[in-house]
């Protein structure tokens, strides 16, 4: 027990006295302090009395001890913390803090301010938030009796997101600790000394010359108006705030969407998320420009005399169900957009196996999320916590598949970096010869046929170091003996052997984690690959240490739904005749027993009809004969489109999609959609039920969640969802042989139709530099 | 730039992996090219896993590190206390209009740069100036234009 202010209050061991003090609700002044950063002890606000202790110390690095008697507030304390808050602000722009009206100012003079160089509380980007001022009215500080300094450094505005206005920096050093021990960048540093301090770059250079990530992390802790997100720096107080997911990658991030105006305005991070609030450019900067677009699709248009013309919906959805009900089943092919909600990909699905009467349903990286599934699945490691980021921040070791991971700066990267500063070795894996990222120990220039190699050849040291390695409880044990034993280590593995016995002894028995990009294993049998590395995982113990990187917001819930060529929703298999039967029974109706086509054949023949809810590259289209797209954005390939259906976008939706760890979450309604677009789901029904099909009358999308529920049985609410529960399986070798490398040069950026390079300049301009 | 940066790599290598060895990896890196240059920093960055922005917020820190090709001669005028009361400021701004440059910046010919110290530890001379390793004591204001002469003339030397 310790006591603050002569009350008694329990602690923990290693707290702060700070935390501790917050904890039990009593308020100290501090403004360096950040819960997920070291304490730094720069502003020297948060100074405290502790009997026994000489002078004041800093409340947020002084560790609690039993039986301390604190003091936090007295006459004496706020007399020191008035004086130093005064210098404080001797140095930053002041009268917003210290004006007396400064309430009554707020409410006369609303809207937006537009000023480049902020003066005065009228101007400051940060109005709103201002800890500062916070701590000035706790304090109770009415005037300055120091002269002031406006340090008139240049604004600076020439790098892409955000702007930075060091006039406004009170130098506690939140954006320098984020930047460097959270993100590991190093972006940020302090420069020069005494007056001169300045956080800077090395060399005053842009940030996009200086390895910057713009994650954004240091905006988000910046206590001043210093940093600003330049796109929402200027609308003032947002209409609303509504907390939902970003779905531009499959980390599955949580923001708080502002809107104004029935816009998205800004894309504010939250602590709740798999990534603890560390988030990455896209999320935190890109949304609104990318949904705001004037050119948004509104109306249905339907082609007559070879030009698209607006119509009613009525008209668009009865003339695509005459039309398609002239399709046969395997004439027509349907491509599941991989940011489609698990309700839509769900009523998609059904609607293509039930009412189109084909499976061919595919997403296009299906190459990808397929394989990673099928294995996982195989190998029943999805009763594990296969997948989890938090498994990144407690490994020893981490391979690294791809580099795109790392440029842009993903949300994962700090999970990476926490490992790296416990002592974790990184191990990259990428054919390219672009300057390898800082944080990467080692890296193999290797391509998918050598990283294939490379992995046997890391089996083949580990059971040949220690045979036990191999439990006899894991499944196909024999088999998979007998094929270690009868390898042939390539002419690669044995040029490359020091190097794997090395990494082998690293990977052996501790604990570590494979993270792979689509590209990093996009080639002519993926299968392979994953079951090499999975094998590898299982056999250092770590069976849950995969993390695919899927580039969809919700590739993990398109396969999951079964809106995957491969197999029915929930894994079950569709030449298995019983679970055919049990979802026909379940939907009423008469199913396809013909297998579906992946993406990558659907294309080659007699494909005639084709309903999109993504986008393809142009030249697939040749044959196709009707082309439904369902989009938010016009795009080049609606120059073929006969109906062109306008979709919501995912602030403009509500449903659920799942994380690359399998983390089912709930995505809401943020902001009004353009007037005439349509959850993709509803269009989808309407079509349906204009087919004649029934089973498509779902109000809303809790009632398809509680279907998709009864048919994938591992789904049972919002949360990581588990499979099974044997031993884990291994996958015998095969011969290596050479695999085909299909990894595409460029990698896309899209949300849809919607090409982030292409509608966010400033993304274009940070992916443009490269990046480090 | 070949050289330059296996030279680095060398002189970084016995202090790799060591913890607090930065600063002496700054001050060899500097006594061999006179100065922090940006391709310097970056090389010293990338030699020891760290960002270049984090180096140079160490770097400049210090006022022992230059960021910019001092000239040809180092010229020093103190104006520690000692040779602040013997008339330090009045040598100074002589040395300042004879080089037409303000302390802190380098002649357009580069050949001159010019700093200000405080304290060279022989006060009993103040006041103080110093080129390159000569010092010059009791200087007064007539005495610049010659010593500034002697290397003007002897340019090469």
């Known amino acids: 027990m310790i006591t603050i202010n002569g009350k008694k209050i329990p602690f923990k061991e290693g707290e702060t006295v700070l935390e501790t003090a917050l904890e039990a609700g009593i308020y100290i002044p501090s403004l360096c302090t950040q819960s997920e950063l070291e304490s730094f002890g720069a502003c020297r606000l948060c100074l405290v009395k502790i009997e026994g202790m000489r002078g004041f110390p800093t409340s947020c690095n002084t560790e609690v001890k039993d039986g301390m008697v604190i003091t936090t507030e007295d006459d004496e304390l706020q007399k020191i913390r008035r004086n130093v808050l005064e210098m404080l602000l001797s140095e930053h722009p002041n009268t917003c803090i210290i004006c007396k009206d400064k309430d009554i100012c707020e409410e006369c003079h609303f809207g937006p301010t537009k000023a480049g160089r902020v003066t005065g509380c009228r101007f400051c980007p940060n109005k709103e938030i201002c800890e500062v001022r916070e701590v000035a009215d706790y304090l109770g500080l009415e005037d300055l009796k120091l002269p002031f300094e406006y340090k008139n450094l240049p604004l600076e505005r020439d790098d892409p997101f955000f702007d930075r206005d060091y006039n406004l920096c009170i130098l506690c050093g939140r954006c320098v600790r984020v930047c460097q021990d959270i993100r590991g960048r190093g972006t940020l540093a302090f420069t020069q000394r005494s007056f001169r301090t300045k956080v800077g770059t090395a060399f005053d250079k842009l940030h996009i010359d200086s390895n910057c990530g713009f994650c954004g992390a240091c905006v988000d802790v910046c206590p001043t108006g210093a940093l600003s997100a330049r796109g929402s720096k200027w609308h003032g107080d947002a209409d609303s705030c509504i907390d939902s997911i970003c779905i531009l990658c499959s980390i599955g991030c949580n923001f708080s969407f502002e809107s104004k105006w029935d816009r998205i305005m800004a894309a504010i991070p939250k602590r709740e998320g798999p990534t603890k609030g560390q988030v990455c450019s896209r999320g935190r900067f890109c949304v609104p420009q990318l949904l705001n677009g004037t050119d948004r699709l509104k109306q249905p248009m339907i082609r007559k005399n070879g030009k698209l013309i607006p119509v009613s919906w009525d008209e668009a959805i009865t003339h695509t169900a005459d039309k398609l009900k002239d399709f046969k089943g395997e004439e027509i092919g349907v491509i599941a957009s991989k940011f489609l909600t698990n309700e839509s990909a769900y009523v998609l699905q059904k609607f293509t196996r039930a009412v189109l009467n084909t499976n061919n349903i595919d997403s296009t990286t299906s190459d990808f999320v397929g394989p990673v599934m099928k294995t996982i699945m195989e190998s029943k490691t999805a009763n594990s916590n296969i997948g989890k980021i938090e498994n990144i921040e407690n490994s020893r070791w981490i391979i690294v598949l791809g580099r795109r991971i790392f440029n842009p700066s993903s949300a994962l990267n700090p999970s990476i970096y926490r490992a790296k500063k416990k002592g974790a070795k990184i191990i990259l894996i990428d054919p390219g010869k672009s300057k390898t990222p800082r944080i990467i120990d080692v890296h193999l220039e290797l391509g998918v046929s050598q990283t294939l190699d490379f992995f046997y050849g890391i089996i083949h040291s580990l059971y040949s170091s220690n045979p036990s390695i191999v439990k006899k409880s894991y499944g196909k044990y024999g088999a998979f003996v007998k094929s270690v034993k009868n390898l042939e280590i390539s002419k690669f593995g044995k040029t490359y052997s020091n190097k794997i016995k090395e990494l082998s002894q690293l990977i052996n028995s501790s604990k570590g984690c494979i993270i792979a990009d689509p590209d990093a294993i996009h080639c002519s049998s993926p299968e392979k690959l994953m079951n090499a590395i999975l094998n590898v995982l299982i056999l250092s113990e770590n069976p849950d240490g995969f993390v695919p990187y899927y580039e969809g917001g919700n590739d993990q819930g398109i396969c999951d739904m079964g809106a995957i060529s491969q197999h029915l929703p929930g894994y079950s298999s569709i030449s298995n005749l019983e679970s055919i039967k049990k979802l026909e029974r379940l939907w009423g109706t008469k199913l396809p027993r013909e297998k579906g086509k992946r993406y990558s054949e659907m294309f080659k023949d007699k494909l005639k009809a084709l309903y999109l809810t993504d986008t393809i590259p142009e030249e697939k289209l040749g044959k196709i004969e009707f082309l439904v797209i369902q989009d938010i954005y016009p795009n080049k390939i609606m120059n073929k489109a006969d109906v062109v259906l306008p979709a919501r976008a995912f602030t403009e939706d509500d449903g659920t999609v799942t994380s690359l760890e399998r983390r089912v979450q709930k995505i809401k309604q943020a902001v009004k959609e353009p007037e005439g677009a349509r959850s993709d789901w509803k269009i989808i029904c309407n079509l349906a039920r204009k087919m004649d099909a029934k089973g498509f009358d779902y109000k809303n999308f809790q009632q398809i969640f509680k279907e998709i529920k009864e048919i994938v049985p591992f789904i049972s609410g919002m949360g990581i969802w588990k499979f099974g529960s044997k031993q884990p399986t291994l996958f015998p070798l095969m011969k290596t042989g050479e695999m085909k490398d299909l990894t595409s040069s460029k990698p896309l950026f899209r949300y849809r139709g919607a090409d982030l390079m292409e509608r966010v300049d400033d993304f274009r301009i940070q992916m443009g530099a490269g990046g480090k | ?157």
């Open chain 2, 1 to 157: 730039m070949k050289s330059e940066k296996f030279s680095i790599k060398k002189s970084i290598k016995p202090f790799k992996d060591k913890k607090g060895t930065l600063i002496t990896i700054l001050q060899h890196v500097q006594k061999e090219y006179g100065y922090l240059s940006k391709e310097t920093i970056s090389t010293i960055a990338d030699e020891l896993s760290k960002s270049e922005n984090e180096i140079y917020g160490v770097a400049t820190f210090y006022s022992q590190f230059k960021f910019n090709k001092p000239g040809k001669h180092q010229v020093k005028v103190c104006l520690g206390t000692a040779c602040h009361v013997r008339g330090g400021h009045e040598l100074m701004e002589t040395v300042e209009r004879q080089l037409v440059i303000k302390h802190g910046e380098k002649t357009k010919d580069s050949q001159f740069s010019l700093e200000r110290v405080a304290c060279m530890g022989c006060c009993a001379l103040a006041p103080v100036m110093v080129v390159d390793k000569e010092i010059y004591g009791k200087t007064t204001s007539t005495k610049v234009k010659q010593i500034l002469n002697k290397y003007k003339n002897n340019g090469g030397r």
